[in-house]
Structures are given as structure tokens and as C-alpha cells.
């Protein structure tokens, strides 16, 4: 009680209490609140100050009985130009029936809080070498545990008291909202499965498939752009592809090569623009340029040869230094080592080579025997395929030339053309099994279907159209031309026929044309023969065919044998002086000379008649009565001469006249004949005609 009583007494000394509110104030007459401490402006940092001693806890408590859901118990400072409201710091307690949440409130019942409304909230420890921890409470000693510390140096760690990093977490993390590293914003959700986060460089980062982010997925990829999306490198480096550890595939920048396949172009060091796909294409190859490979070990010994091409299962596959090949089909040009500008395109085509140069092989198995043989020229299924050392052939077309080992300089162009060929040379055969049993000959020349055909060691022939010299085997130097222009036995020589089915029979003979329906005309001059031969010079007066070695003054005439010839003791004529002589020897005198008697046309008639150009003497029997004989105009038949004579002993007269022109008979109209065997013979000038004699 007396402890009482001095407080009281200095509170009554410093201190005003109200005796209406029992409000206490000090420093204040008007308090506002139980204890109200006013220290107004002062020198003293320390407006109250509290000490005792006690081996526990020291404390202030503030406790709040209300059990309203709006009651809480804490310490509160407040700025100069702050309320309860604005710019205030406030720690303290929710009550256990708490529930009235506001912008200043915060947590629920039993909560702790330590709430500013103010500016920026510092929480700050000012010794420079110490951290700032945080702990929570656990159920044994020491029954708190740090959770999360900042070091001095501004280290956060998280399940660690030794920070290393600016945050350095020990242990497992989750991360609900978004979380920037520097520029970096990471999503808040998961990804889809295979998905990987990527950055589009702008300091986006998302999730995306391996395809869509950097890679490519093992299950395929989709949204792809071919302006954006590749496989390769960003910077001037090669870029290769492994299986097994071990070079599948390379794009080579420095030298511009490019493989794949396993273990394709593995051994080049110098070698540039070189293409190889396909198992150990290019395999060999160290300083061979601009070659191309594409198939299972094509091109796979290649070392130095360069510009060669090679596509299909082994093309090339053992050319070591060959430059300048071209090889297309499994096989194609298999064995060529050293030869140059060699091209084979078809399954074994040039398989065997291997020293042939300038060689074309186009088609399955085309020239697939040669060896050594060059320049040789090959299209179609297993044409030239046996040719072994033979150069220079030519076959174009299945089989053509098919047979040929050692021949050399054939051309064969079609089906089975000089098919059976083995050791001849320089043939031609143009068609469809033309020349197709030809062995050995040489120098033939045959041109459509089967032409010469079944030849076999015939040489030097010449046969133009379908099956022309057909029958042909073992003869030469002949020439057929015309479809089925032939032979007629199997051995003839320096034959020749013309014409389509002109067939010859003997050697060193010529044939135009067929017989019996097959015979032509031969026209020279002429485009429409209307004979077996018709000559048109097309200069008057001039043949345009000339006879050598005849004699002189010789006049062909077809004798009783049916042959044309010529005998110029009995028929000549001088050509200087136009004159023609009948068995008058060489000479001739006269325009006409006959050495022996001639024979003019008799005609005997009972009835008048009119002369005509083949009528010379005219015999008149007019027993039945008068007649009358006609002469024709003396136009166009000057110098012809009629012998016009009554031979019947009637008296019936026979007048001869003019009846059919306006000319006259020794200047009149008729001549008469009365008597038996009287007679008269006239002439013409071309304009009247004239008595010459009468009988």
C-alpha cells in the first residue's frame, strides 16, 4: 500500500488523470486515451523506457479480450501526417474469432502479422557481417529451423545457411507464377511430353517440341517453316551424321563435298565436289574431284579419278583412277579401274570393263563382256553384250550386234541386227535383223527388215529394203536394192538386182525390175516409161543413146533369135550423107539403096474405096459394077505414090478422083479406067496429085 501511494503522488506530480474518463496523461491535461504520453519537443530519443530483470521473457503485453471478428492486439507507430489508416507500421495478433479482412488487415484467426501502409517496407539488419534469418518453429529442440537467409553479401539460400549464388536453394523447388531470370521469362505450366524450353532470342521462352525449339523428334515433327526450321549449323563448320559412332554422312564445307551413307566418302583429305549417298560410296576416294555416287558401294575404290558418275548398287565400284565415267544400274561398269569416258547406263551394262575407253553402253546387260574393247557404241537389251576387245561397234537395239567378240567398226541399228556377228567387221546393218546370221563376213551394207539377213561369211554386199537379198549366205559383192530384191541361189557374186522382187539368177549380171507383173519400164528422160526402156534426150533430132564399139554405119534390128543387133554389110547407113543401103554394102548412092528387090502393099477391091497412107498398089474388080476409087488430100502426103489397075474384063468403068479435096488429077477432077488391065500412076506435091504413068 505505501508502494501505491508513491506512484500516486508522482503521478499526481507529473502526470493529469481525468476524472471523467480516467484517461491518464503525461505531458498532456487533455489525454485521449488511458495513458497518454506527450514528450513534445525534446532532446531524448527515448520517449519511454521499460527494464527489469527476470531469468525469462521481459515483455509488453497488449491483449485484447473482445472475441468480435474485427479483434486483433499489436503495436502500431504512426507516421507524423499518418491515422490509424495511412502510413502506420503495425505487429500484432488476430484474435481467435477473427474475420474481418480489409487493405491494413491481413490473415485470419490467430494470425501474426506485421503490416505497413506506408511508403517502401525496409526490413534491414544493420551489422554489416550478419544475415537476416528465417525461421519456423519444429517440434524439438531447439524447436526452430532456418528456412531461408540473407547473407551480408546479398546471398539468398533456401535450405542452406552458406549461400553461394544470389540464390542458391537446397533441395526441391515449385514454381507456380512467371519467373525472370535477367531477360528471361520462364512459363508457369508444364509442357507437353517431349517438349524442351527454348528461347526465340528475344528473351521469350516457352515450351515447344524438339522440333519446334532446336531438334527433331524421334515420332515426327509438325509446324514446321522451311524459312526458319533446318538441321545443321549456324557457323562456317561441316556438318556430319554418325551411326555406331562411325561417319554416316557429312556436308563438307571446306572442300564442298557431300555424303551419306555409312561410311561414304571417308577417306577424303583433298578431293572437292564430290557427291556419294549410299554404304561406303566413295569409300576410297582421297583427291578425286566432282564425282557422284548414289547406291550401295558405287564408286567405292575410287582414289584420284575425277568427273565420273556413278548410280546404282556397285556402278563403278572398283574404279581406282578412271576419270570422266558415267555408270546408271546395279553393276553398271562394276570393273572399270583405269579407262576414261566411259558411259553405261542399264543392270551390268560395261560390267566387265575395265581398260575400254570412250565406250556407251545403253541398256540391261548392254556391252556387259567387254574388256579392253574402246569407242564402241551400245543401246538396247544385251546389244554388243559378248563383245570382248572388238572397237569402234555400233549396235542400237535389243540383241543388235549381240554376238560380236573381237569384230570391230559393225553398226548394227535394230532388233537383232548383226546378232550372230562374232569376228567380222565394217558391217552396216540398218533394221530389224538385218545382217542377223552374218559370222565373219565384212564390209556388208544391209538396210531394212532382214536385209541380208541370212548371211553368213558373204563380204563386200549391198542390201536396201525389206528382206532384200534375203538368200544370201556365203556370195559377195553383191547389191540388192528394193524390197524382196534378191538372189535366186545362196552364193552368187557381183549380182545385182533393182527393183521391188527383181530376183538374179547368175552372178556378174544386173536385174531391173521383176518379171510378169513385178516388170517396170525404165524411163532416162522421161518420168512416165511407157516401154521396158524409153530414152528422152529432150533435144529434136537427138536420141540421147549412144552404143559403143558398134561398127561404123551399123543399124540395130532385133534378129530372128529375138536379140538385138546389128550387120552393117547388109544394113548400113551413111550418116554423113543420110543415105540408107539394104544389102548395097557401105556405100550407098542414093537417099535409099536396095541391092536386091522390095516389096510395096497389094490390095484387091470389088467395091468403090478410099486410099489410105498404108495402100501402094490397088487392084479394081468391078464384075459387080462401076467403081470408084477416092484419093486422099495430097496435104501431108507428099511423094506417095498409088498404082491404081483394072484387072476384070467387064465393061464396067473404074473412076478414079478427087473426092475428098479440092486438088485435081493432072488438072481434072477424074481419071477413067475401061479397059481391062489398064492401069495409072500418081503422085502428090502436097497440093494436087499427078499422073506418072498409064497403062
Not at 548383226?418 to 551394207?445: C, I, M, V
Request: charged share 5%; glycine share 14%; net charge neutral.
Amino acid at each position: 500500500m505505501k508502494k501505491l501511494s508513491v506512484f500516486l503522488c508522482i503521478v499526481s506530480l507529473y502526470a493529469n488523470v481525468s476524472a471523467q474518463t480516467g484517461n491518464v496523461g503525461i505531458g498532456t491535461s487533455v489525454p485521449a486515451t488511458k495513458l497518454d504520453i506527450v514528450s513534445g519537443e525534446t532532446t531524448n530519443n527515448t520517449v519511454v523506457n521499460a527494464s527489469g530483470s527476470i531469468n525469462d521473457f521481459l515483455q509488453f503485453n497488449i491483449q485484447n479480450t473482445s472475441i468480435g471478428n474485427q479483434a486483433q492486439s499489436g503495436y502500431s507507430a504512426t507516421a507524423d501526417n499518418g491515422s490509424k489508416i495511412t502510413s502506420f507500421a503495425w505487429m500484432g495478433i488476430n484474435n481467435s474469432t477473427f474475420s474481418f479482412p480489409t487493405p491494413y488487415n491481413i490473415g485470419g484467426p490467430n494470425d501474426v502479422s506485421y503490416v505497413g501502409s506506408g511508403q517502401d517496407m525496409y526490413i534491414a539488419n544493420a551489422n554489416n557481417s550478419k544475415s537476416i534469418i528465417f525461421s519456423t518453429g519444429i517440434a524439438t529442440t531447439p524447436y526452430f529451423a532456418e528456412r531461408m537467409r540473407i547473407t551480408n553479401l546479398g546471398n539468398i539460400g533456401i535450405g542452406t545457411s552458406a549461400p553461394a549464388y544470389m540464390l542458391d536453394v537446397a533441395g526441391t523447388g515449385h514454381y507456380t507464377g512467371l519467373l525472370t531470370i535477367g531477360a528471361i521469362t520462364l512459363p508457369n505450366t508444364d509442357g507437353a511430353a517431349s517438349q524442351v524450353l527454348t528461347t526465340n532470342g528475344s528473351g521469350s521462352v516457352s515450351w515447344q517440341s524438339v522440333f519446334n525449339s532446336s531438334g527433331w523428334s524421334l515420332t515426327g515433327n509438325s509446324g514446321t517453316s522451311p524459312g526458319t526450321n533446318f538441321i545443321g549449323t549456324n557457323d562456317n563448320q561441316s556438318l556430319v551424321f554418325k551411326a555406331n559412332n562411325i561417319q554416316a554422312g557429312k556436308i563438307d564445307l571446306p572442300l564442298n563435298n557431300v555424303s551419306l551413307g555409312y561410311q561414304s566418302a571417308l577417306a577424303i583429305t583433298t578431293g572437292t565436289n564430290n557427291t556419294f549417298m549410299g554404304y561406303q560410296s566413295g569409300y576410297a576416294n582421297i583427291s578425286g574431284g566432282s564425282n557422284t555416287g548414289v547406291g550401295s558401294i558405287a564408286l567405292n575404290a575410287t582414289t584420284t579419278g575425277s568427273n565420273n558418275t556413278g548410280i546404282g548398287m556397285g556402278a563403278l565400284g572398283n574404279n581406282t583412277t578412271g576419270s570422266n565415267n558415267t555408270s546408271v544400274g546395279s553393276g553398271a561398269l562394276r570393273h572399270n579401274t583405269t579407262a576414261a569416258a566411259n558411259t553405261a547406263i542399264g543392270t551390268s551394262a560395261l560390267t566387265t570393263n575395265t581398260t575400254g575407253s570412250s565406250n556407251s553402253a545403253l541398256g540391261a546387260y548392254s556391252l556387259q563382256n567387254n574388256t579392253t574393247g574402246s569407242n564402241n557404241t551400245a543401246h538396247g537389251y544385251s546389244s554388243l553384250s559378248a563383245n570382248t576387245t572388238g572397237a569402234g561397234n555400233t549396235a542400237d537395239g535389243a540383241g543388235s550386234v549381240q554376238a560380236t567378240t573381237t569384230g570391230s567398226n559393225n553398226t548394227g541399228l535394230g532388233n537383232g541386227a548383226l546378232q550372230l556377228n562374232t569376228t567380222g567387221s565394217n558391217n552396216t546393218g540398218s533394221g530389224a535383223f538385218t545382217l542377223q546370221y552374218n559370222t565373219t563376213g565384212t564390209y556388208n551394207t544391209a538396210t531394212g527388215y532382214t536385209a541380208l539377213g541370212s548371211s553368213t561369211t558373204g563380204g563386200y554386199n549391198v542390201a536396201l529394203g525389206n528382206a532384200a537379198g534375203n538368200t544370201n549366205t556365203t556370195g559377195s559383192n553383191n547389191t540388192f536394192l528394193g524390197s524382196n530384191a534378191d538372189a535366186s541361189s545362196a552364193a552368187l557374186t557381183n549380182a545385182t538386182a533393182i527393183g521391188y522382187n527383181a530376183k538374179v539368177a547368175a552372178s556378174n549380171a544386173i536385174i531391173l525390175g521383176g518379171t510378169g507383173s513385178y516388170a517396170v519400164n525404165v524411163g532416162i528422160g522421161t518420168s512416165n516409161p511407157g516401154n521396158f526402156l524409153e530414152v528422152n534426150s529432150g533435144t529434136g533430132g537427138a536420141s540421147g543413146l549412144r552404143l559403143k564399139q558398134l561398127p561404123s554405119g551399123g543399124v540395130l534390128f532385133v534378129s530372128s533369135s529375138s536379140d538385138v543387133t546389128e550387120n552393117n554389110s547388109n544394113f548400113y547407113f551413111d550418116n554423113t550423107n543420110y543415105r540408107l543401103g539394104i544389102t548395097a554394102g557401105t556405100t550407098p548412092n542414093s537417099t535409099l539403096q536396095v541391092g536386091g528387090s522390095f516389096a510395096t502393099a497389094v490390095s484387091t477391091k470389088t467395091t468403090s474405096y478410099t486410099a489410105g497412107s498404108s495402100d501402094h498398089t490397088i487392084l479394081c474388080n468391078s464384075t459387080g459394077g462401076a467403081m470408084s476409087i477416092g484419093l486422099p488430100s495430097p496435104s501431108g502426103a507428099t511423094g506417095r505414090i498409088y498404082v491404081i489397075k483394072k484387072i476384070s474384063s467387064d465393061a464396067n468403068a473404074v473412076t478414079i478422083g478427087t473426092y475428098y479435096s479440092a486438088s485435081t488429077i493432072d488438072g481434072a477432077s477424074t481419071y477413067t479406067i475401061t479397059s481391062q488391065y489398064s492401069s495409072v500412076e500418081l503422085t502428090t506435091d502436097g497440093t494436087s496429085w499427078y499422073i506418072l504413068a498409064s497403062h
